[in-house]
């Protein structure tokens, strides 16, 4: 279990979720964007949802929470998600430029 310290506090989840969601953070920080996560953990000995909000100001340290929690997590749905998404802010899919009608007959005095 990984401990993800944030500004207001803290959140107990998987230790895959928790480097999932720094490496998203990362992500997140180089292209100056911000966005929710949801994630599975433990509040209060309780597995519980929470929602928290990362971009590039966010300040999160995750740490070895120790053997006092020893709970599984369906991790697949978010880590794929968390992936698919850091995999697109690290590779955005190319805009194209739309057709603005004939540019066979433009020149450079067009412009």
């Known amino acids: 279990m990984k401990r993800i310290l944030y500004s207001s506090g ?12 720094a490496l998203y953070a ?3 920080a180089r ?8 994630l599975p953990v433990i509040q209060d000995g309780v597995p519980g949802m ?6 590039p100001a966010s300040q999160l340290i995750v740490e070895d929470a120790g053997d006092e ?3 599984e997590f369906d ?6 998600r968390l992936a698919e998404s850091r995999r697109e802010l690290e590779n955005p899919p190319a805009i194209q430029p739309e057709s603005t ?11």
């Open 10 to 21: 803290s959140v107990l989840t998987g230790d895959e979720i928790a480097h999932s969601v």
């Open 26 to 28: 990362t992500a997140l």
């Open 31 to 38: 292209a100056g964007q911000a966005n929710t996560v949801s």
């Open 50 to 55: 929470v929602e928290i909000v990362i971009g």
């Open 69 to 71: 929690f020893d709970a």
């Open 75 to 80: 991790a697949g749905p978010y880590l794929e």
């Open 101 to 111: 009608g004939d540019t066979d007959s433009l020149s450079l005095d067009d412009l």
